[in-house]
């Protein structure tokens, strides 16, 4: 059998279960929690983008992270381009960094997570600091610790579209 064939067998689309991602993203970002869990909601659109836009670099680029960034602040009613910009800037520079990088072991890509979480937050920070909102240190990093751990779930749920 020529390699051709093998290898568009067992190439798969990624479009379908980009879809599906960011629809069940969206759902658990605007789903209700109680006050005192809220704060700790990961930051699951974010996520969903860097993995994408890792491991499937073709399919998910800047554009990407603009789309689902807009959409994330209608979602969750922030000012409208807060997560956009975020977005943009965390995944130019995660492609920028590691373009020469074709083999990204799943250790790389959460590390990678870890700190396009924290620059998130520090974006998102100084952001509300400039614009002037109240800004609580106690119930914005919460995401954090809570993003770090649901990483691994969307990875190995989302891994077999990885290329």
Partial sequence: MPIAKLRSENHRDPLIAI?????ICSVLIVYPLSYAISGARPLF???VVLFWTMCQPTWCGI???FATG???DLLVDAPLGMNALTFVIITFIARFLTRERRILTFANL????????LAHLVMIWMVQIMGGLQFSIAR???PLVSSVLVFPVIYFVLRKWRI
């Fill in 19 to 23: 879809i599906v991602s960011v629809i």
């Fill in 45 to 47: 659109m974010l996520l």
């Fill in 63 to 65: 554009w990407f992270a």
């Fill in 70 to 72: 807009i959409f994330t």
């Fill in 110 to 117: 959460w590390v990678i997570s870890f700190l396009a979480v």
């Fill in 140 to 142: 914005h990093w919460q």
